[in-house]
């Protein structure tokens, strides 16, 4: 069965979240935000279209004025200012006007970028989320971020831009592979430990299930993840205070990711910077050994990293210190009190950074211990 949650702004209803198990529920939420005299496009990537790009424009044909398709090559490196002027063209080509809407079908690049041409076009029109990877929908299809990349820099230009619906389709995660899909589920860890630690034990009671994508467990997983989320968008949507709270793990992540050259995934590098971020929490004394201990450990049952190899430690500081988290030259770090309990922290030191990121780093004496 379907549920719906609905996401406010200045406390007011804004977009609702439906969480189903097909797309077939779409015509009929789409007639709601009255697209019947609307253009519609559908903006993808090409490994999605091949997946669900057709059976979705079908959906759409007869209850719109018309409906289109944009695909763009899957990767990060199609999240570029490049890839939203093709959509502009395209836009323009197909005579998209003000009251005309984007649906960004797909992952996490896709809902960037579409909802930043959607931001931006026209000086702003309107779009709708279907995420279909577990990143896009625990994390980044909630809450209005758009943008892309920049001269090597993550999400460097953006602007905030609410979705009108975010659709998801839960079925979808069934066909995910398996690193994508676990690299999504650091995501969902990181709600359950920075706001809610029922949610937390949770996960971890329905470890069998959550591996086995169990629909209806993932029907739970998804609506209690997004109920965190919700939260904290609603209180501080453009993150000028809590919502930075969300950035768990991202601080050290992001460093890991870009020296990686995006190698491993941004959910892995999350999990490893949520690792580093509980490792400085212990030697703080925020939380007890046994909870780092924990937090650590229950990465590896979901198939996420807590070591990596080589790391250059300086390179990784480096990196962490030219993050945009910074804010007045410090960097804004997210620390956890406990389970469930995260507190921004401007005073983290290079020395604890170099010996967090030395905690997470491989070496071969550790694997002969
Ligand atoms: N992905 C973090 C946020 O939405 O603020």
Known sequence: MSERMSVLLNKKPCYDIVFTKGFGGLPEELAALECGARKLCVITDSKVD???????????????AKAVKYVFPQGEASKTLDTV???YRFLIEEGFDRKDMLLALGGGV???????????????????QIPTTLLAQADSSIGGKTGVDFDGYKNMVGAFKMPRLVYMNLAALQTLEDRQYFAGFAEVMKH?????APFYEWLIENMYEICERDLTVLQEMMVRSCNVKRMVVEK???EQGDRALLNFGHTIGHAIEKARGFELYHGECVALGAVAAAYISWKRE????????EIRDMFVPFYLPIS???LDVQEILRLTKSDKKMESGQIKFVLLKKI??????????DEEIVAAINEINFSEEDAHA
């Not at 359950?192 to 809610?196: P, R, S």
């Open 50 to 64: 091949e997946l669900y790009g057709e059976e979705v424009l079908r959906l759409l044909e007869g209850k719109c």
């Open 85 to 87: 002027k093709d959509i």
């Open 110 to 128: 896709t809902g960037d970028i579409t909802g930043y041409a959607a931001a931006t076009y026209l000086r702003g029109i309107d779009y709708v």
């Open 192 to 196: 359950g430990l920075i706001k809610d």
């Open 236 to 238: 501080d949507p453009t």
């Open 286 to 293: 925020l939380l007890a050994m046994e909870e780092y201990y």
């Open 308 to 310: 990596v190899d080589k």
């Open 340 to 349: 469930g309990k995260a507190v921004i922290d401007r005073t983290v030191t």
